[in-house]
């Protein structure tokens, strides 16, 4: 246990190096930051002096472990716009967008997982295939065009909700049902077939024939283990969520990362947009660790399996 | 004569069971069709340039509401355009683009999972680390940043959009090479003294093509919302050429007013991913059901 432990954390630490790579990559795509810096007017010797100032005439690989050693420190710079360290403008947006991702992620689970396990005690029923419709409609649509419709029905046609903003419990209705709608559908359907494949299993018909009461079968036995595989798909979920912000975000005008990672982007940020991009992918790993280690507790199996691969 | 009795007796049951019309097929290849055909003879299907305004007939509804006007079926834009015709042509576009980035990430994908799974070892390391990477990355601002730096040309949406979607393909390729290369066929193959390239190409590769064409047809799906989702945030293929993304993010403006600006290119969208989808898990099930994607 503790040698998967540490090839665990030895691994996203290598992850993490890679996603340092690719952001600083980034940033050099764009080119020369200098003229973004300075006015129109800038004189070409006050263009070299900022370059000097900002190291860029030195070395990549020189540039490369300076950018590493700052953000190991949690420097990653001034927003170029918002000449304020860009760590501080994320960590102020974080709540936003963590509240929001949780929400909707607690959505999908609260309607997938009931849905999913019903579906498949009731194989082939109506709802089964109200269930299987419905899912095959929430992975086709696409989270922006779901949030205009929910505007449009919701906010503009019934009133019910506001159409933008953060503003307390009524204005995260919309946003969380649009973000959550594509992880609702992926997760009623792996609880539809992870619940189908337990019920299958000998110990639940050992059960049944031995005359434990359905109910306790369902909920005690097979429930606790058709479980597992959703609990390991809640990390990469998360993962897809914090992308599926960005989007819920821009239609909502959702004060998060997202907003403010498309505001960067458009405006050439680039210090922020390479932040915002560091501290998404070490959540995203940071979550994916704690899960894969919840899931090893859960199931000690699985160690020897990812050993044998 | 008895063998062709039994024959006869016999082959109605399996054909049956063969020929039983799946709905999930049917469905998805018939709307996939559809959507092809329309897109590609947008130029004779359309009844209007799709670029064309025409200010006086504005903002105008589909034709069976109250102001609508018979020679646009599916109403106009803020700009007066026709909204059927952008929407066959929009179809050109996202299909096209959504096509040649899942080949882009397929070709990444397959290529670097084969290595992986061939060679094991330090490049199966190093490459799976690089899978981490990129799952790690929220590829929708990776693309986002990218295709700003870069500009967004058609050329430059595709490599983008390839370029951060071959994970699921090298993943998948990978697993399914590891137990393939220990089959009799290709260690004979080998001991033959048949080089790596030879063996990869003509005995491991073929074998590993189901679940590439089932993974190819889910990412599709997921491809043509990723074309839509750079196009709607203004970081697609430019206009005025008509995606369906841009006529979504133009719609935006009109939610309250128009609410066809919106609702038919989304509605393009979703049918088109419904019959993709449809097709995927029917291929799935039907080509390897062990297949959990």
Redesign the interface.
Known sequence: MLAYLARRLL?SV???L??SV?VFG?LH??GDPTRLLLPLEAREEDVRQLRALLGLDDPLWLQYVRFLSHAVHADFGLSFKHQVPALGLILSTLPATLELTAAGLALALLVAVPVGILAALRRNSLLDAVCSVGV??G???????LG??L??VFA?GLGWFPAAGRDGLRSLVLPATALGAFSMARLARLARSGMLEVLAQDYVRTARSAGVRAFVVTYKYALKNAAIPLVTVIG?EF?IL??GA??TE??FAWPGVGRL??DA??S?DYPL?QA??AV??TL??VI?LAVDLLYTYLDPRIVYVRRA? | MTDAATLATALPVRSRARRRVSFRAVFGITVLLAMGGAALLAPQLAPWDPARQMLLKRLRPPAWEARGLREHPLGTDHLGRDILSRILYGGRISLAVSLSSVALAATLGVTLGLCAGFFGGRADAIIM??V??F????????A???V???GPSLLNVILVMGATRWVQFARIVRADV?SIREREFVVGARARGNRALRLLVRHVLPNALTPIIVVATLEL?FMI?YE??LS???LGVQPPTPTW?WM?AD??NY??TA?WL??FP?LA???T??AV??LGDWLRDRLDPRLTV
């Open positions: 691994q290598l992850v993490l890679g996603v690719i980034l795509l764009t095959l409609v992975q086709a649509m696409p989270v922006y065009w205009l419709l505007i449009m503009v990469l993962g914090l992308g960005v989007i821009t239609i990672a498309v982007i458009f050439r947009v915002i991009v998404l992918a995203f790993v994916n691969r | 680390r690089v981490d990477v799952l790690a990355i929220p590829y929708i601002l990776l986002m940043g990218v700003f730096a870069l590891l799906a919302i839509s989702a709607f945030l203004g993304g979504l719609g935006r939610i309250a609410w919106a609702t989304g969208i979703m049918l991913v419904l989808n449809l």
